[in-house]
Each structure stands twice: as C-alpha cells, then as structure tokens.
C-alpha cells in the first residue's frame, strides 16, 4: 500500500488563510521517495499546529466487480487497533491530535491530522505504522463489527432503496461500462460480502 501513495504536511485549508498569513507560508516542497511515495510540505508559520495527510491512490473506482465497498471497508479496517497493539486513534488522542479521520473517494482514500507543530514527528510516525501493521493483525470479529458500521452508514446516507437505485443508474448512464465510475456505489448486497481476506488482498495490492 506504500507505493503510489501521497504524504502532505499543511497546515489546515492554507487557501482559506487571511491575506494577513499568507505571507508566513512558503512554496511547497516535493521529493519523491524510493519506495514511490510523494511527500509534499506546505510551510505554515502561522499556526502552532500541523495538518498530516496520508493520501493513499486507490478509491471506489479500484473495488472488484461485485465487491463495491472494498476500499471504504480497508480505511475503516485501519483505524482498529487489535492487542497488542492499539489503535490509529487511541495513539493520535495521545499525541494532542483533533479531527482524525479519513475519507475514501472515487480515487483516493484519504488519512488526515490535525496536530501541535511539535508531535510532527509522532503523526509521521502514525502514518507509517498505519500502512506498515496493515491488516494482519485484525481478527474476524473486529471486520465483522466494521462491516455492520458500513452497513449503517449505508443506509445513513442514501436512506431507502429508491434514492440508491436512482443514484447508481445516473453514473452508469454517464459512464459506460468498463468505465471504473460504471458501478461506483456499494449495494447493501456488496457490503454483505465483504470479508477480511478480500480486505487484506486489497490492501496488499494496492
């Protein structure tokens, strides 16, 4: 999961910064690593805290036929922590971080941060352990737990069959098959077959 991945360290939303910042911030640094990971620093000396951002380049459009959900279920699975080890949020709540969460879109699955300039080094760290540990610690139990959580949030967010249905059929009218965005949107059906193999599997490629 290493390769093809970005790592942004910014302070949060630089654009919304009034003219009076703005000054403070510098150019932004690129340098790409070896292993293909992107590391991107955008400077801010404005603010006391720092913005960590894990942007990993695979999304919903990368779910297997059938399987539409997969990545959203990988981020989820991430954030778990199995003894002995804890997990991504006990060890970011321990280093004074706010608004630790994450995001899977069309195209990336994005990890972000917010914490004190000086636990840089420790959010750094936490991001590397993420993709590092992967999955193989996760029981069969704690997938189970995270699939019933996608399942709720499913029904959260598109709230009777319908409204899905309507939804999935305007973006497999707008992009033919086998556009990645033909079947972008997980059933309820897809989200009960998920598994942590299917997971793991997921995460190894990508």
Request: hydrophobic fraction near 45%; glycine fraction near 6%.
């Amino acid at each position: 999961m290493l390769l093809g991945a970005s790592l942004w360290l910014a302070t949060p939303d630089p654009d919304a910064v009034s003219s009076a910042h703005a000054a403070t911030r510098e150019a932004p640094q690129r340098r790409l690593l070896a292993n293909g990971i992107e590391v991107v620093l955008l400077p801010d000396a404005s603010l006391p805290q720092v913005a960590v951002v894990s942007s990993v380049r695979a999304g919903f459009r990368d779910d297997p036929p059938g399987y539409q959900g997969l990545a959203h279920f990988v981020e989820h699975l991430t954030f778990r922590g199995v003894p002995p080890f804890a997990s991504v949020s006990e060890l970011y709540a321990e280093a004074g971080a706010t608004s630790v969460n994450a995001t899977t879109s069309s195209d990336t699955t994005d990890y972000y941060a917010l914490l004190p300039a000086a636990q840089l080094e420790r959010g750094l760290w936490l991001e590397a352990r993420r993709l590092a540990i992967g999955l193989d610690s996760i029981d069969e139990g704690t997938a189970r737990d995270e699939r019933a959580v996608l399942l709720r949030e499913h029904e959260l967010r598109y709230g009777y069959a319908p409204g899905f249905r309507l939804l999935s059929a305007t973006y497999a009218a707008l992009f033919a098959a086998p556009h990645p965005y033909h079947a972008l949107f997980p059933s309820e059906r897809s989200l009960e077959r998920l598994s942590l193999d299917a997971a793991r599997r997921f995460h190894a490629v990508h």
